[in-house]
């Protein structure tokens, strides 16, 4: 029966269910989005295999199953406000705590809350993308149990079978049985009842047990079963915040005896409760707007949005070297990566046009300049390295279908037809798949990546990036033209630039980048005529020229001050990049 | 453990498979049915594990009947996927009872009503095929690595377990990572169960079993510009002979094959276990000998030979190999002068993995268009030499046009062929086995068989590298882990020439 006097307590928690809504959805959107491709599970038999038979098996399975549901942001946040909504509620229920400690009933929840918030850089690297679902879903069982505990334990067939299904669920909870069981001794404890029983099994399950199960049973190492319950994160700050969610469950339990001594007055308690909550949220939570943005313009990418990536970019003041790779690809799909490229300070931008590959495996950036090969070798090395994903057997999919490897193709696409959110992209690849090349006339992005595509056969050794990967042929596709004389003016590869000028050019729309290069190749030895052939004005031959006259105002250790000083009226040129892009050592030297 | 328990729960799925039986009335139609992996009409040895597969077509009921000349069958129903999965034991007994006979097999497929498909056969051979296969289990790979293991399959129970593994050399976020690559798992083929295979990076070696006792060697001693690579044991000596390569690895941009793994030099030397001494065999400084392999009676060491090497990655292309052989006297550990075998570098061909027969008679190896990698190569191709005639063909019964496919070895009869295939779709390596009979000719290869049958099909790793083993690898993963642990990697004794200068005065040679 619902009780009048607990609707402050439904209201708290009705709160708290939207705020955290709120938070995932509308701020943490991204991260939530990327935690679901950055995922991977399959029905196979294969699969269920390889995750069921550890212990903790089936809870990770069960939390990579609800991972999936985070394809749908609105749902995923939904579920995981919904779960921590429970935990709340579960806490209070399974721990007692009284009326006046009711804040505090939302501090486990809070911390698990920031297992997404707090997610930052981690999420590029090796990461188990539903630690967070697993903990949060082994938390509810553990607090079931203590439920249970509460409200039936006075049945002495129910406290004593209690402690034994706890332990019993090791192989299929990992930790989180022995977090159940935990809870179920504090109880006990505080109670008086079945001390010595609960103890001896607490003990039992904590030594014998992994044993049993972990080396035994699974060959696995010993306890591995309980580290993989709090170290499923690459990152030790997550592992931290995971651990103090998971800890912060029975010291709450504990508390329930302390509430009439320490906490007298039911408002501090309440008003410290809510304090630690926040302060929690607010400094675990990652905030850096770059890194968001980040993440907006690799979905973007991933959609083939142009503008919308080039209107995050835009919105960012300055550009990391990752934000400028997914520009550099939306402008050379919207046509604009001559006119616009240098139009941004691209100065503190690091070495390469788009970051080669064992920077951020982002083989998205070397599909859509072309590259299927590349791209399937990133997308590959990658899931060595950072393990197998839906956006990682998409881009395979793609690569192999847009390379003409059918069956290949049909492997990847199998895999992803075994998680039922994805059955709209699993639906079009098959498409693809019956219908060869022609389907390509549908699809205007594989399509522009289909003409890009290289004409002529180069090795690579290493790693590159894509502007050079650019220079290295002989013969290139129309379609990449433009950037070749991009990467030229990239690389400062005058030489090549000078080259490539007549065959990649187009008479009446020479962009104003290029004029601006014509010059400075004019004016390092190159024959004037390439002025002619770029259409040079006496405007962009006298800018360039004042831009070096201003430039040898200051002397070579004053490398810094020109650059900030010839920033506001020449920034947006390329001879400011020329001289100052943060790829120019040489011309830093001299 | 989990073994029995999943046996306890296929028991219980199975049981209701008790009361199997045909449908009364069924339609034939004149169609084979498709199953994965295609194992119509094949020859199989007689302790083969069951031949699970898939029945890939719409279904509400599949029977499957397997039966012999005599009248004797077995009945088996599909799941609900159409898997067909025979029962270990009821297969066992029907396959020795029924070895050197031709099984039919009928489909009966319920769609609407009952059809009866083609029936196929499977031709039952006495001669038995080598318990064991190794091979290593990898992404299809570039340069880098994550996750890898190397796995033993058991080829009669449809079992596999690993040997060695390096995922729990991966200390994130801790920051020592020793995950580094393990490769080349290879076991003399005297049953003795002494193996061999590689954990490279900082810490690792040669990681050898011989006489049940495991020890980590660096192999990369003296003047050797490259560590120890494929290997080849002795039949029956202490001997392994290695080649050692320096091996250069590109990324073509639009070539199909993806990855191009090229030789900038290689030579071959012998490993003495019980001296624990190296020696060169080959010590050329314009000439490129990889892929050693023993004859079966140890007096022949065969290689894949070029004399196209120092070629720039540019010219990949015209790096050719031959095949040649070497005599080998035990006794004197002496060796002869190598002989060349064939002429494919001359009609612009390159031949390598050479694989002689137990018996001698015939030796299977791999032919390409370039290279030394022709296991990525679409039209890398399987040809077999008649060692007695010094003739060879294309051995077109095992050979997938444009798909890699070569030999990885013999069973210890001499009867089957273990090949390795990329023909699934170009790119993942699967296993094959074929029957080789007297004359040299090969039956239709069958797949690696699995107690789930859609294992290939959706098992995203390549089996790199695999060879038939006698006897279960003793090596398990805690076993490397607590060697890898507690032993030091001990250099072995070099004995050669060394190239690099030395000091005058010291006598050391001088470190660059």
């Not at chain 1, 090796?126 to 630690?131: C, E, L, V, Y």
């Not at chain 1, 939306?330 to 590959?357: I, Y």
């Not at chain 1, 992803?416 to 992209?425: A, E, K, P, Y």
């Not at chain 1, 430039?551 to 990049?577: I, P, T």
Request: hydrophobic share 40%; charged share 20%.
């Amino acid at each position: 029966m619902f009780k009048l006097r607990e609707l402050p307590c439904w209201m708290a928690r009705a709160i708290f269910f939207a705020l955290s809504f709120i938070l995932l959805y509308f701020c943490y959107g991204e991260v939530v989005n990327r935690l679901f491709w950055n995922g991977y599970f399959a029905t196979n038999e294969l699969y269920r295999d390889a995750v069921l038979p550890h212990a903790g098996g089936l809870l990770r399975y069960v939390g990579q199953f609800l991972n999936q549901l985070l394809y749908y942001p609105a749902w995923g946040a939904l579920l995981i406000a919904a779960l921590l909504t429970l935990v709340s509620y579960g806490v209070a229920c399974g721990c007692s705590l009284k009326r006046n400690l009711f804040a505090f009933t939302f501090l486990p929840a809070v911390l698990l809350l920031a297992l997404y918030t707090g997610v930052g850089y981690q999420i590029y690297m090796r990461i188990d993308t539903s630690f967070a679902l697993q903990t949060i879903v082994g938390s509810i069982v553990a607090l079931l149990f203590a439920c249970v505990n509460e409200r039936f334990g006075q049945c002495r067939w129910v406290s004593l079978s209690l402690p034994l299904i706890a332990a019993l669920c090791y192989p299929l909870l990992g930790g989180f049985s022995l977090l159940a069981l935990t809870l179920l001794l504090i109880t006990n404890c505080y109670s008086k009842r079945l001390v010595f029983y609960t103890s001896g099994i607490f003990l039992v399950a904590l030594i014998l047990l992994p044993y049993l199960f972990d080396v035994v049973c699974f060959g696995d190492d010993y306890a591995k079963g309980i580290i993989s319950t709090v170290l499923p994160a690459s990152s030790m700050k997550m592992s931290m915040v995971q651990i103090s969610a998971i800890f912060s469950l029975p010291i709450l339990s504990y508390l329930r005896r302390y509430d009439e001594r320490v906490w007298k007055k039911a408002g501090v308690s309440q008003i410290a409760g809510v304090a630690l909550s926040l302060v929690a949220i607010f400094s675990l939570s990652y905030k850096n707007s770059l890194y968001f943005s980040e993440l907006k313009a690799s979905r973007l990418t991933e959609s083939y949005q142009w503008e919308k990536v080039l209107a995050v970019c835009d919105k960012e003041e300055s550009l990391s070297r990752t934000l400028n790779a997914y520009r550099v690809i939306a402008l050379a799909n919207t046509g604009k990566l001559s006119t616009q490229l240098f139009k941004r300070d691209l100065t503190f931008v690091a070495t390469d046009m788009t970051p080669n590959e064992h920077v951020l495996f982002e083989d998205a950036l070397f599909f859509n300049a072309g590259f299927i090969n590349s791209s399937t070798r990133v997308s590959i090395e990658a899931w060595q390295r950072l393990g197998i994903s839906y956006r990682r057997i998409r881009n395979l999919a793609i690569c192999a279908l847009i390379n003409g490897e059918k069956q290949l193709a049909l492997r990847y696409i199998n895999q992803l037809s075994q998680t039922s959110v994805l059955s709209d992209c699993v639906d079009e690849l098959n498409r693809f798949a019956s219908e060869g090349n022609a389907y390509l006339q549908k699809h205007p992005h594989w399509m522009t990546v289909a003409t890009r595509m290289p004409v002529e056969n180069a090795l690579f050794v290493g790693s590159a990036s894509v502007s050079r990967y650019f220079l290295c042929f002989n013969a290139l596709p129309q379609a990449c033209f433009e950037f070749r004389l991009m990467s030229d003016l990239w690389e400062r590869n005058m030489k090549a630039f000078t080259f490539d000028l007549g065959s990649c050019l187009t008479p009446g729309k020479v962009p104003a980048c290029v004029k601006e290069a014509s010059v400075i190749a004019a004016m390092n030895g190159a024959n004037p005529s390439v002025m002619k052939l770029a259409e040079v004005d006496d405007v962009t031959r006298t800018n360039v020229k004042n831009f070096f006259m201003a430039l040898q105002r200051y002397r070579k250790d004053q490398f810094e001050k020109a650059r900030n000083d010839l920033r506001s009226r020449y920034g947006k040129s390329y001879c400011y990049f020329y001289v100052f892009g943060a790829n120019n050592n040489q011309l830093k030297e001299k | 453990m989990m073994k029995i328990l999943s046996r306890v729960i296929w028991l219980l799925l199975l049981l209701p498979a008790c009361g199997t039986s045909l449908p009364k009335e069924a339609e034939e139609v004149d169609v084979e049915a498709q199953i994965y992996p295609d194992y119509r009409n094949v020859v199989i040895p007689a302790n083969v594990a069951p031949l699970n597969f898939r029945v890939e077509q719409p279904l509400n009921g599949c029977v499957v009947r397997v039966s012999a000349r005599n009248g004797e069958e077995i009945l088996v129903e599909a799941d609900g996927k159409g898997d067909v999965r025979f029962p270990l034991k009821k297969w066992k007994s029907f396959m020795v009872n029924h070895a050197d006979d031709s099984l039919s097999v009928d489909l009966y497929v319920k769609d609407k009503s009952w059809m009866h498909y083609n029936s196929f056969s499977w031709v039952v051979k006495p001669d038995s095929i080598d318990p064991i296969m190794t091979c290593r289990l990898i992404e299809p790979s570039y340069r880098g690595h994550g996750a890898l293991s190397l796995v033993s399959y058991n080829l009669e129970d449809n079992t596999s377990r690993v040997i060695a593994e390096n995922e729990k050399l991966r200390h994130e976020p801790f920051p020592v990572n020793r995950q580094s690559c393990l490769n080349c798992h290879s076991q003399q083929r005297n049953g003795s169960g002494n193996s061999l295979f590689f954990y490279r990076g900082e810490h690792g070696g040669l990681v050898l079993t011989y006489n049940g006792k495991s020890r980590i060697i660096n192999s990369r001693v003296g003047d050797m510009y490259a560590s120890t690579t494929y290997p080849a044991w002795h039949p029956y000596l202490p001997l392994i002979a290695f080649s050692i390569n320096a091996v250069g690895q590109t990324y073509p941009v639009s070539d199909p094959s993806k990855t191009e793994v090229i030789d900038d030099r290689s030579d071959m030397v012998l490993y003495d276990i019980e001296k624990d001494e190296i020696s060169y065999i080959t010590k050329t400084k314009n000439r490129l000998e990889t892929f050693p392999c023993w004859s079966a009676d140890g007096k022949f060491l065969y290689f894949a030979y070029s004399d196209s090497a120092a070629l720039t990655t540019s010219v990949y292309q015209r790096l050719r190999y031959d095949l040649a052989r070497i005599s080998f006297d035990a006794d004197s550990l002496s060796w002869g002068e190598p002989q060349v075998l064939t002429d494919f570098a001359k009609r612009a061909l390159s031949a390598n993995y050479p694989q002689p027969s137990p018996d001698g008679r015939f030796m299977l190896f791999a032919v390409s268009k370039y290279g030394c990698s022709p296991y990525r190569h679409a039209d890398c191709d399987i040809y077999v030499m008649d060692m007695e005639q010094g003739t060879y063909r294309l051995a077109h019964e095992v050979d997938t046009p444009n798909a890699s496919d070569y030999c990885r070895g013999w069973s210890r009869n001499g009867h089957w062929i273990l090949i390795s295939s990329r023909k699934d779709d170009g790119n993942y390596g699967r296993v094959y086995f074929s029957y080789c009979d007297e004359t040299g000719h090969f039956s239709k290869p069958f797949q690696l068989p699995h107690e789930y049958p859609a294992h290939d099909l959706e098992f995203l790793k390549s089996y790199n590298a695999p060879e038939f083993a006698q006897v279960e690898p003793i090596m398990t993963p805690s076993e490397f882990y607590h060697l890898l642990d507690t032993s030091h990697v001990q250099p072995a004794n070099y004995r050669g020439t060394m190239d690099i200068p030395v000091d005058a005065n010291s006598g050391a040679s001088v470190i660059r």
